[in-house]
T-cell receptor
Framework: GENVEQHPSTLSVQEGDSAVIKCTYSDSASNYFPWYKQELGKRPQLIIDIRSNVGEKKDQRIAVTLNKTAKHFSLHITETQPEDSAVYFCAASKMSGGFKTIFGAGTRLFVKA | GAVVSQHPSWVICKSGTSVKIECRSLDFQATTMFWYRQFPKQSLMLMATSNEGSKATYEQGVEKDKFLINHASLTLSTLTVTSAHPEDSSFYIC???????????FGPGTRLTVT
């Protein structure tokens, strides 16, 4: 069945450094890839998404890249800050009908001040 | 931004009783809503996909007669946990997919404790 793998499971960086989280998906028909940030005790928040017709998207310190051929997509956070510490989930879906969204297992990011 | 509400935020019930959880999209229409369980420090486990006006699609291993889902309008889906048992205690979280933008937004979750 459909599967999304996410690495690493835990990531610790120094404040100001960059953080990269990588995901791979199995369903080649997937065409929508959102990223969510979940702080402790709170709901997942959509932080950025990318659709299969583009290879890269950037929003301030956050960027996402997509390689459809390799079925890889990545989240890049630059100039990390302590408030970036959270669990990040990648996901893959199809933009039609009632298709479900498949989530990765999550990456716990720690940004050390 | 888009808002999804979920009610109640927490509930404690006795074993054998039923509990209904509501999920509402407040400022957008959601043809599709999703129900998840989340265990501490783990990912979101999809239970079922709820489509407005039709039967929900349940994931493998999720009992449809135990977790009743109703999606009667474009802004409301409900999950009823029937004959609850202590092992049903969990964090239940819904999400709604904006019909126009396709973006998916999460509710704040409901913590269910069955005693």
């Amino acid at each position: 069945g459909e599967n999304v793998e996410q690495h690493p499971s835990t990531l610790s960086v120094q404040e100001g450094d960059s953080a990269v989280i990588k995901c791979t998906y199995s369903d080649s028909a997937s065409n929508y890839f959102p990223w969510y940030k979940q702080e402790l005790g709170k709901r997942p928040q959509l932080i950025i998404d990318i659709r299969s017709n583009v290879g890269e998207k950037k929003d301030q310190r956050i960027a996402v890249t997509l390689n459809k051929t390799a079925k890889h997509f990545s989240l890049h956070i630059t100039e990390t800050q302590p408030e970036d510490s959270a669990v990040y989930f990648c996901a893959a879906s199809k933009m039609s009908g009632g298709f479900k969204t498949i989530f990765g297992a999550g990456t716990r990011l720690f940004v050390k001040a | 931004g888009a808002v999804v509400s979920q009610h109640p935020s927490w509930v404690i019930c006795k074993s054998g009783t039923s509990v209904k959880i509501e999920c509402r999209s407040l400022d957008f229409q959601a043809t599709t809503m999703f129900w998840y369980r989340q265990f501490p420090k783990q990912s979101l486990m999809l239970m079922a996909t709820s489509n407005e006006g039709s039967k929900a699609t349940y994931e493998q291993g999720v009992e449809k007669d135990k977790f009743l889902i109703n999606h009667a309008s474009l802004t409301l889906s409900t999950l009823t946990v029937t004959s609850a048992h202590p092992e049903d205690s969990s964090f239940y979280i819904c999400s709604a997919r904006d019909t126009l933008s396709y973006e998916q937004y999460f509710g704040p979750g409901t913590r269910l404790t069955v005693t």
